[in-house]
């Protein structure tokens, strides 16, 4: 059975532009998270969705956002991109909820410039 | 609100010797616990979870860890390391509540050196 997988694994953006990450779930999970890890702040929780609805958030500002498709895949988006938002963005899986084992997957490097 | 320390950033350990990493945890409620390692370029892989029953739970790699209430800890075991267990090892804390849509809580993770 696959893994998770993400796309694209490194991105360089420059302040200001917009980035759009993606995730694809293992076969048959409904619920996808995504987490922010960077050095100084280690790993965070982003926001997790399932069936297609949003049920928690981090405490992120608003220019963080995503949304889930119907086949599970999940996109997450970051507008007005700021340096500190240089980071390795990860996205984990799981059947229903995230009480459950997470399947993480290797993540999107992101640069901005 | 719940979190997790790792007290120890760096760990330093010879090949074939033991290894322990400290966890300290804390949360209102019963809480789901969990080790993941994460090797350089990698996401994470679930080493073990704890979430009720037995205090002492096995996991992948010939990993263990021991849930001990009374101490909000939650540390992780090795009996003989290999060369290969050098990464970064993280200890992240759920919620037990139902319907849970709340993320992990992670620690800030120990990096582990394997001398040879």
């Known amino acids: 059975k696959a893994g998770v997988t993400q796309t694209p694994r490194y991105l360089i953006k420059t302040r200001g532009q917009q980035v759009t990450l993606s995730c694809s779930p293992i076969?048959?999970?409904?619920?996808v998270s995504w987490y922010q890890q960077t050095p100084g702040q280690g790993l965070q929780f982003l926001f997790e969705?399932?069936?297609?609805?949003?049920?928690n958030k981090g405490n992120f500002p608003g220019r963080f956002s995503g949304r889930q498709f119907s086949n599970s895949r999940s996109e997450m988006n970051v507008s007005t991109l700021e340096l500190g938002d240089s980071a390795l963005y990860l996205c984990?899986?799981?059947?229903?909820?995230?009480?459950?084992?997470?399947?993480f997957g290797p993540g999107t490097r992101l640069l901005v410039l | 609100a719940q979190s997790v320390t790792q007290p120890d950033i760096h760990i330093t350990v010879s090949e074939g010797a033991s290894l322990e990493l400290r966890c300290n945890y804390s949360?209102?409620?019963?809480?789901?616990l969990f080790w993941y390692v994460q090797s350089p370029g990698q996401g994470l892989q679930l080493l073990l979870k704890?979430?009720?029953?037995?205090?002492l739970v096995q996991g992948i790699k010939g990993f263990e860890a021991e849930f001990k209430r009374s101490q909000s800890s939650f540390n992780l075991r090795k009996p003989s390391v290999h060369w290969s267990d050098a990464a970064e090892y993280f200890c992240?804390?759920?919620?037990?509540?139902?319907?849970?849509?709340?993320?992990?809580?992670f620690g800030k993770g120990t990096h582990l050196i394997i001398q040879p």
């Open positions: 984990a899986s799981s059947w229903t909820n995230t009480q459950e084992t997470q399947y």
């Open positions: 949360y209102g409620a019963t809480p789901y």
């Open positions: 076969s048959g999970h409904r619920s």
């Open positions: 969705y399932f069936s297609e609805t949003q049920r």
């Open positions: 704890y979430f009720s029953g037995d205090t």
């Open positions: 992240a804390v759920g919620a037990s509540s139902g319907g849970g849509a709340d993320g992990l809580t």
